[in-house]
């Protein structure tokens, strides 16, 4: 079954540690993104990579770090720098970046908390 | 600045018909999506609306104006498992999401 897969789903951090969340799809998508959910708020755009080895920030990219060594993983790292880290973080991906009618498919989301 | 606007909660009863709006102001047009979202989990997509009109697709429709910079997902024969968020997001000029807030639709016997 091609999927999504994030972990883990709950995640726990205390102040000032670095925490990496995992993403990992075998959907063959060149574009993979990381958005955040928090209540009463549309999806913000974390960070964004159209292709291996090249990835853009997102809308608020601040205190958040990404990589993309392999199509398949596009793992996302919350530094100590991001003020409010609490939150339920998805990944998601896309056949190409641009094009019409280009559906993001997504994980099922990591909740991270902050102690 | 680039704003999608959606009801915040709506309810609705099993059997029936809902219509869920959005409005939209973005830079550039490149598509409509509505995703369902069940609380907790990963939204799924529903629809796609890049021309005028009505899309249909089972229970599920939805419709785009683009002069208005409108749209609307229409769920006829409501079931309880529809209780979950409605997400609207425009795909901008730059090919990027611009997300509404949700419309959490509550479905009661």
């Known amino acids: 079954d091609g999927g999504i897969t994030q972990s883990p789903k709950y995640l726990f951090r205390k102040e000032g540690q670095n925490v990496t969340l995992s993403c990992e799809q075998n959907?063959?998508?060149?574009?993979m993104y990381w958005y955040r959910q928090d209540p009463g708020q549309g999806l913000r755009l974390i960070y964004y990579?159209?292709?291996?080895?090249?990835?853009q920030k997102g809308d608020i990219a601040e205190g958040y770090s990404v990589s993309r060594e392999k199509k398949e993983s596009f793992p996302l790292t919350v530094t100590s720098a991001q003020k409010n880290p609490t939150a339920f973080y998805l990944c998601?991906?896309?056949?190409?970046?641009?094009?019409?009618?280009?559906?993001?498919?997504f994980g099922p989301g990591t909740r991270l908390t902050v102690l | 600045g680039q704003n999608i606007d959606q009801p915040t909660e709506m309810t609705a009863t099993e059997g029936a018909i809902v219509q869920i709006n959005c409005t939209y102001q973005?830079?550039?047009?490149?598509?409509l999506f509505w995703y369902q979202q069940h609380a907790g989990e990963a939204p799924t997509f529903l629809s796609y609306?890049?021309l005028d009109g009505l899309e249909e697709k089972g229970r599920f429709s939805s419709f785009l104006s683009r002069s208005k910079g409108y749209s609307y997902l229409l769920l006829k024969e409501l079931q309880m498992k529809d209780s979950a968020s409605y997400l609207c997001?425009?795909?901008?000029?730059?090919?990027?999401?611009?997300w509404g807030a949700g419309t959490k639709l509550i479905i009661k016997p």
């Open positions: 973005t830079s550039g047009f490149n598509g």
């Open positions: 998601a991906s896309s056949i190409t970046l641009a094009g019409e009618g280009n559906e993001q498919f």
């Open positions: 609306n890049v």
């Open positions: 997001a425009v795909m901008d000029s730059n090919y990027q999401l611009i």
């Open positions: 990579s159209q292709i291996v080895n090249d990835f």
């Open positions: 959907l063959n998508h060149d574009a």
